[in-house]
């Protein structure tokens, strides 16, 4: 055989070699037109985050946060660069999530009350979900390795860029009682992003007020002076969750740091409170039966290290009709703390008195 006729049949041979690893190459997913869809719900959740849904397309990261009752409650968005797409997309690829079961929960015995997660990938038109607890565990690896980065897509997409987390800060400061009774100038003067989880955004402002004091000063005797503020604003998971004036006073709460506040709570004919049931099931034995007076101050410093003080049962001068559940009795409890730690008991049904 002529060499020119070896060398063709071998050109021959490399060129249908290239077209057979052609053909066996997987197929990467179309990164242009996908769609994935992240959805947790169930287990043990607040009513309000019953369902959350994450849905990634080529331009954007959108979470959905939906109520029990069908409600949404929050509802974050943020732009993806193609990289950012491709990503994650990749991640599907690499894994090979199109082989997966259709369902993976073979840690039923062990795993309870944690929910359940559907993950699905669309695209060219042929969709593949897959469900599975929302854990780790008894899963394939290539699926934590896809469950990890559509959770980092999460935290990326709840997390606020500056200018939002500033347009945040500004706006609950300017509708807060102080600044919008008589503040004015208002100015960042420091903004910083702690390394925490959640991600906790400190923000500084200065501003005026024309009269001395804080709060809504409506009706109130004050000084017509003008008054420089500071105000220090911590933002987490797009919610203002502290704001100190002055460094002395909460303008959530509205009081001054470490003074003492009144509380009342006036309890329900035929209704048991939360620190009557608390002692009931508390499964002490006594000489001496407590007093409401000492079940209200145990059961606070046992469940929350709350001390309160000057724990009062006052009979009230009024008549009720007795219908259980629904009069009020004919004595209220009152007591004072620490204005800082009354959050807890506010949520308990106690009210503020003055």
């Not at 959108?62 to 990289?83: H, M, P, S, V, Y």
């Not at 795993?111 to 565990?137: L, P, Q, R, S």
């Not at 935290?155 to 807060?176: H, N, Q, V």
């Not at 004036?245 to 048991?272: A, H, N, V």
């Amino acid at each position: 055989m002529k060499k020119t006729e070896i060398m063709g049949i071998f050109a021959l041979l490399l060129i249908t070699a290239a077209m057979i690893a052609a053909c066996m190459q997987v197929q990467e997913p179309d990164s242009g037109n996908a769609v994935i869809t992240y959805r947790f719900y169930g287990g043990f959740v607040i009513q309000t985050h019953a369902i959350q849904e994450l849905v990634v397309t080529k331009d954007n990261a959108t979470l959905t946060i939906t109520a029990a009752d069908g409600n949404i409650t929050e509802r974050f968005e943020k732009k993806l660069t193609k990289e950012q797409f491709n990503a994650i997309v990749k991640v599907f690829s690499d894994n090979n999530f199109a082989s997966y079961g259709d369902r993976y929960d073979e840690g039923q015995k062990y795993v309870t009350d944690v929910g359940f997660t559907d993950i699905t990938f669309v695209a060219n038109g042929k969709t593949k979900t897959v469900t599975t607890y929302n854990v780790n565990d008894y899963m394939p690896s290539g699926l934590i390795r896809i469950r990890e980065k559509l959770q980092e897509t999460v935290e990326f997409t709840r997390t606020l860029d500056e200018s939002r987390i500033k347009a945040l800060a500004e706006s609950w400061i300017r509708e807060a009682p102080t600044y919008k009774y008589d503040g004015s100038g208002l100015r960042l003067v420091n903004y910083v992003l702690q390394e925490s989880f959640p991600v906790r955004y400190v923000l500084t402002y200065t501003f005026t007020s024309s009269h001395a004091g804080y709060g809504d000063r409506s009706g109130m005797m004050t000084a017509q002076v003008i008054t420089d503020h500071s105000i220090m604003i911590t933002i987490v998971d797009g919610t203002v969750q502290s704001a100190v004036i002055d460094g002395k006073w909460d303008e959530m709460g509205q009081f001054l740091i470490g003074s003492e506040l009144t509380l009342s709570y006036r309890p329900k004919m035929c209704e048991k409170t939360t620190w009557q049931v608390w002692e009931e099931n508390s499964g002490r034995v006594y000489i001496r039966a407590p007093t409401d007076e000492e079940i209200i101050k145990s059961y606070y410093i046992t469940v929350y290290s709350i001390e309160v003080r000057n724990v009062k049962k006052i009979q009230l001068d009024q008549v009720t009709c007795q219908a259980c559940d629904v009069c009020l009795e004919t004595y209220r409890f009152g007591l004072t703390m620490n204005a800082s730690e009354m959050h807890v008991l506010l949520d308990e049904g106690w009210t503020r008195v003055g």
